[in-house]
């Protein structure tokens, strides 16, 4: 897991109120949309992160 992964995970194990999604992930680590996706997908792999529902578009993750 790169750093910058663990600082994002870590902002929403602190509370954050907003959704884990890529939108939100791109804003708050000032990288593009597709970085974001990267990450994410890679946490998926992982399986840190897994999607909450079957939404094709803006899909919310949970921390599992």
Do not use: F
């Not at 109120?17 to 890679?42: F, H, P």
């Amino acid at each position: 897991m790169s750093e910058r992964q663990k600082e994002m995970l870590n902002i929403w194990l602190d509370g954050y109120e907003g959704k884990l999604t890529a939108k939100n992930w791109s804003k708050l680590s000032k990288k593009s949309l597709d970085t974001a996706l990267r990450d994410i997908k890679d946490l998926v792999d992982k399986q840190i992160l897994r999607p909450k529902d079957n939404n094709q578009r803006n899909i919310e993750y949970e921390i599992l």
